[in-house]
């Protein structure tokens, strides 16, 4: 039974907002890059011949630098090799954090906020941009933009997470101006056999279970089989969810040069959705919090904060399927062929009340949404790789081709927003009887609310990346990405009676250009230029309008700097990063004629990003992040003739910052740990008239070890905070509140 909420000041405490100038960030830049070789081991000369010491037991070093990430290129180049801001965080890391989820994992990157509504659960927000801009990638694969197609998942299921920084068109195609977050599965490996299994039990009655095992299949195979169950009764009324995911994988050597891996990737889930507790006036709220500032003076009411407005038979759920062959030939000791081919089929259907507005004295309008989706997509890769000599230089290259074609279908209703409707929907704002999904077609009319759509895009790419190796210090890296992208849509408009079918194509290009410095065995400097192409709008070409479809892409550049660094043995290892990210073609309006939509507005995103993990004596490691970060809207109108010029992207924090302290006893089985993590204030929409104060958050964890068992007690929000993450369903009048103090139990096997 969930406890009643007790009357109490609120005790949010927001992060000062005070945003770094431009002129202090580069000039910060400047004196760490100045400095920071001198914190390395002796300058290295071009003849430097001394190999670089590797620790392989990287659960001991949380930020490996010499482990290899394959998100930030195909060329096997590793973390320290790879001119760009790339993080990987482990197995051991999510198990250490505590991770539950993809989502929660994600937010301890340095520099990325994560969020969302149910229907687009677990959003990230990285460098200034979110949503669309940000690639999700699994094992590698696309199958769409996350907005459309991501879904809560276990991280029981997962290997690692690996993130990349900045524009990813170049690796990955269309979209990717802010970065790309890549989910490995684990995988079949004859190296690792075992059986592992966690059960946990939680605060709002969480329960994940989970059981995976791997071995060899005859002389030369491999197995891998994972399978998670998440529920919860959730912290808001009425939010119950749960998901299973199974993921399964072999691997076979079909010849001693040739491997074939199979994968199978299921999930199911079912979410109880929540899209937000509404703004009220101050005159309204009994117990009046500041979690969220407004123009207009509306607060969020502790009242309300366990309020699901959603209708009672509210419906979120998704099935999906994913299944992928890859091969692999090695021709000679120098030349690799790859190809992969892959299937996925996915069903989703929403059917909800999401947008919440108060209407005075005491009441709530609703609206009501029915959406359905049928997604198909087909892809294919083929790239051959070399790693040889070039004029006595080492260097790696790969080239291939890309192919993929996505059919989706989508059944789309929206209530109409009349006042008949609004009446019919309307609650009371306190202790509301949500009723049931009205299907009466009168509440859908008017055009475009009630349509059924239909989006082919067929893409094909070619792709080439190279590193080559000038002297033992001197690399650079380069890439290039060439597409062309089909697109054909039909929009059937029951209300109109209208069918609308439309094409068209687009040919972006994408380079990437680096430059990697090895200024000691310690020490390595990167400068970095790249661009991205991505749909105007919110780059998603699966819901592009007639109107949009005739714009050229968006186009985003971004310049960094940076430095990788390990120091006292690799007990010490940090890196420094520095951008600056530019979007042009944004959708705006006409100066001269607010009513016209053209595609001048411009984004502007600069930042710096630090990130180091210590292990300062036997058994202790401290690690953390932070990020400083200037994102504004160089040109932007909006309807009327509004200006946003000077305003921040909505759900973009100025800073945000990670801190873990783990210490294991020696001679005790026992292990503790504290997290504390702080987010600045981000504002919701782009008028930046409602802004959600930043917070601090804290965990505390104790871990027992038996002779097969891990038992760990974990709180979180130690301090129950209660703060908003995200913006609403309506991004004007409601937000996302995260979850309260919660307290887990959990136990991890491995036989």
């Known amino acids: 039974m969930k406890q009643p909420i ?59 630098l010499d482990g290899e990430a394959k998100t930030g290129s195909r060329l096997g180049l590793s973390l320290r090799e790879t001119p760009a801001s790339v993080e990987v965080i482990s197995r051991a890391a999510m198990d250490l954090r505590g991770a539950r989820t993809l989502e929660e994992a994600l937010r301890g ?103 995976g095992t791997g071995g060899v299949l005859g002389e030369a195979g491999a197995y891998r089989f994972d399978f998670s169950h998440n529920r919860s009764k959730g912290w808001v009324e009425r939010t119950d969810s749960k ?36 703004l009220v006036p101050r005159a309204f709220a009994a117990e009046p919090t500041d979690v969220v500032s407004d123009s207009a003076g509306r607060v969020i009411d502790r009242r309300l904060a366990r309020t699901n407005y959603n209708v009672a038979d509210g419906r979120m759920d998704s099935d999906s399927l994913w299944l992928r062959a890859k091969l692999s030939w090695q021709i000679a000791p120098q030349w690799q062929l790859r190809n992969e081919i892959g299937a996925y089929r996915a069903d989703r259907r929403w059917r909800n009340a999401e947008s919440l507005s108060f209407i005075a004295p005491d009441r709530m309008n609703r609206d009501q949404v029915d959406i359905g989706h049928d997604h198909k997509v087909w892809t294919g890769r083929v790239d051959l790789a070399n790693d040889s000599r070039l004029g006595g230089m080492r260097n790696r290259f790969v080239a291939g081709i890309e192919y993929s074609d996505t059919d989706f279908a989508s059944q789309r209703r929206f209530s109409d927003g009349s006042a008949t409707t609004n009446a019919a929907l309307q609650v009371a704002a306190l202790n509301p009887t949500v009723g049931l999904f009205n299907d009466d077609p009168a509440l859908t009319t008017g055009g475009g609310n009630r349509t059924d759509i239909t989006a082919k895009v067929k893409t094909t790419a070619l792709f080439a990346e190279d590193a080559l190796k000038l002297t033992d210090a001197l690399t650079v890296v380069a890439g290039l990405r060439t597409e062309r992208i089909e697109l054909d849509r039909t929009i059937n408009d029951l209300n109109a009676g209208s069918f609308t079918a439309f094409g068209t194509s687009y040919r972006p290009s994408s380079v990437r250009l680096g430059v990697v410095y090895d200024w000691s065995l310690a020490t390595t400097l990167y400068v970095q230029a790249v661009n991205a192409a991505a749909p105007v709008g919110t780059s998603n070409l699966l819901l592009q309008s007639a109107a949009n479809s005739g714009f050229p892409l968006t186009k985003g550049r971004q310049f960094e700097i940076g430095l990788k660094q390990s ?9 420094l990063a520095l951008y600056k990210i530019e979007q042009d073609n944004v959708l705006s309006r006409d100066p001269a004629n607010p009513a016209v939509t053209v595609n001048n507005g411009k984004i502007a995103s600069q930042g710096i990003e630090l990130a180091g993990a210590w292990r300062p004596a036997r058994g202790l490691t401290l690690s953390g992040n932070v990020a400083l970060l200037d994102a504004k809207f160089d040109t932007l109108v909006e309807a009327g003739g509004v200006s946003r010029v000077g305003n921040t992207p909505p759900n973009v924090p100025v800073k945000t910052g990670n801190l873990w302290a783990d210490y294991r006893f020696d001679g005790l089985p026992l292990a503790v740990g504290a997290a504390l993590r702080g987010v600045g204030g ?70």
């Not at 120091?567 to 890196?575: G, I, K, V, Y």
């Open 109 to 211: 990157a340095v520099g990325v906020t994560v969020g969302g509504n149910p229907g687009s659960p677990g959003i990230a927000s990285t460098r200034g941009f979110t949503g669309g801009f940000i690639t999700y990638l699994f094992d590698g694969g696309r199958v769409s933009t996350p907005t459309m197609s991501n879904r809560p998942q276990d991280s029981f299921n997962y290997e690692r997470i690996e993130v990349l920084k900045g524009p990813a068109s170049v690796l990955y195609g269309e979209g990717g101006i802010g970065g790309a977050v890549n989910f490995v599965p684990k995988q079949a490996d004859r190296r690792s056999p075992g059986t592992e299994a966690l059960l946990s039990y939680g605060s709002f009655g969480s329960v994940r279970a989970g059981v």
């Open 682 to 751: 981000a504002y919701t929409n782009n008028a930046n008239t409602v802004r959600m104060k930043g917070y601090w958050l804290g965990d505390l964890y104790a871990s027992w070890t038996l002779k097969a068992a891990v038992l760990t007690l974990r709180v979180r929000n130690l301090t129950d905070e209660l703060y908003a993450t995200w913006g609403g369903a309506s991004a004007n009048n409601q937000v996302i509140l995260g979850a309260p103090r919660t307290v887990e139990l959990s136990a991890r096997f491995e036989f």
């Open 6 to 64: 007790t009357p109490r000041h609120s005790r949010s405490r927001s992060i000062p907002q005070v945003r770094p100038s431009r002129r202090t960030l580069w000039a910060l830049a400047a004196s760490w890059a100045a400095c920071a070789p001198a914190l390395g081991q002796t300058v290295s000369d071009s003849a430097q011949a001394l190999e670089r010491v590797v620790i392989t037991d990287t659960s001991a070093r949380p930020l490996d």
């Open 243 to 278: 998901s299973d995911h199974l993921t399964a994988a072999v691997s076979f050597a079909l010849a001693p040069a040739v491997k074939l891996d199979l994968s199978l990737d299921y999930l199911r889930d079912d979410i109880g959705a929540y899209f937000g507790t509404p």
């Open 567 to 575: 120091l006292a043995d690799n007990r010490f290892d940090w890196t």
